[in-house]
């Protein structure tokens, strides 16, 4: 059973930064690929960004390219997600999620392809 845990988040006003941390315990996350989610109040959860197994591949979601990045420390055994010019349609519950099929190079953009979730944290951006 992995268990992930996500911090970070926060109020932060328009143009500001945070960021996202995810955690496991139990498990390390070297051999899963990752990925952030994010649900607004009455919408589905959407895809943000992705992380490969091995670090080198990333995906973005357009709303969020050239002001989110992911990232992960697997000597930390961490995955971040820096959030800088934030928006206040970037307000949302963010969730970490891990995809165990232990494929290097692989990225992962559907909530589908996913096996374990974390609880969220809220990030909130006001005008």
């Known amino acids: 059973q992995v268990q992930l845990v996500e911090s970070g988040g926060g109020l932060v006003q328009a143009g500001g930064s945070l960021r996202l941390s995810c955690t496991a315990s139990?498990?390390?996350?070297?051999?899963?690929?990752m990925g952030w989610f994010r649900q607004a109040p009455g919408k589905e959860r959407e895809f943000v960004a992705a992380?490969?197994?091995?670090?080198?591949?990333?995906s973005y979601d357009e709303s969020v390219k050239g002001r989110l990045t992911i990232s992960r420390d697997n000597a930390k055994n961490a995955v971040y997600l820096q959030m800088n010019s934030l928006k206040p349609e970037d307000t949302a519950v963010y969730y970490c999620?891990?995809?165990?099929?232990?494929?290097?190079?692989?990225?992962?953009?559907?909530?589908?392809?996913?096996?374990?979730w974390g609880q969220g944290t809220q990030v909130t951006v006001s005008s």
């Open positions: 992380i490969s197994m091995s670090g080198v591949g990333t």
């Open positions: 139990g498990r390390t996350l070297t051999r899963y690929a």
């Open positions: 999620a891990a995809n165990t099929n232990s494929i290097q190079i692989a990225i992962y953009t559907r909530s589908y392809q996913y096996h374990y």
